[in-house]
């Protein structure tokens, strides 16, 4: 997989991380954090097969619209319940859920650092530092959402989508998709 579908660009508003221009320090990370989770992501998400026919057709220089150009750019359709809805697709630079992925992982990933001493965190004067458990859950439960709307969107449209396997794995959440549809809370219930 070699298509990059998430930027610093998806960063802003709910999703902020400071210091992610062009030149600015959290931008290299940014940006290997994105590289490694988000063709992860896809794979754990949409079944590894799915994933990669979605990523071989955009590789083309014209991708022609059709089912795989759906999943990235989205499109209407009328969901389980008969309602008009919309799979905003991963390209979305409001609904992307490999930006609410990744920005949960930062989020996890940047509380602390890891020395020689054990884990630190930085002491600011004239602040406090403060846990950001409930950014990483809004972050995460709304990554949740639009990823139900999505697997809606897969299984209505099961015809075009044969390979997409829908939800899977245990419920302890070890392998397999059912942990990307599974909402987090600040006590771990």
Not at 49 to 68: C, F, K, R
Not at 102 to 130: A, C, W
Request: hydrophobic share 35%.
């Amino acid at each position: 997989m070699s298509l990059v579908i998430t930027s610093y660009l998806n960063f802003v508003g709910d999703l902020n991380i400071p210091n992610i221009g062009s030149g600015d320090p959290n931008r290299d990370y940014l940006d290997k954090m994105i590289e490694r989770h988000e063709p992860q992501f896809l794979s754990d998400l949409l079944g590894y097969e799915l994933a990669n026919l979605m990523i071989e057709d955009q590789d083309v220089a014209t991708p022609p619209p059709g089912i795989y150009y759906d999943l990235l750019h989205g499109k209407e359709f009328t969901d389980s319940l008969g309602r008009l809805n919309k799979w905003e697709g991963f390209l979305s630079e409001v609904y992307n859920p490999i930006a609410y992925y990744v920005y949960y992982l930062v989020q996890q990933d940047s509380f602390s650092t890891t020395t020689s001493i054990g884990e630190t965190r930085p002491k600011s004067e004239n602040s406090e530092v403060y846990t950001p458990i409930e950014k990483m859950n809004r972050a995460w439960n709304t990554m949740v959402d639009i990823n139900c709307v999505l697997h809606d969107f897969l299984t209505v449209n099961a015809e075009d989508y044969p390979e997409y396997r829908g939800v899977e794995g245990p419920r302890d959440l070890s392998w397999g998709n059912r942990k990307f549809f599974t909402k987090q809370n600040a006590l771990g219930i």
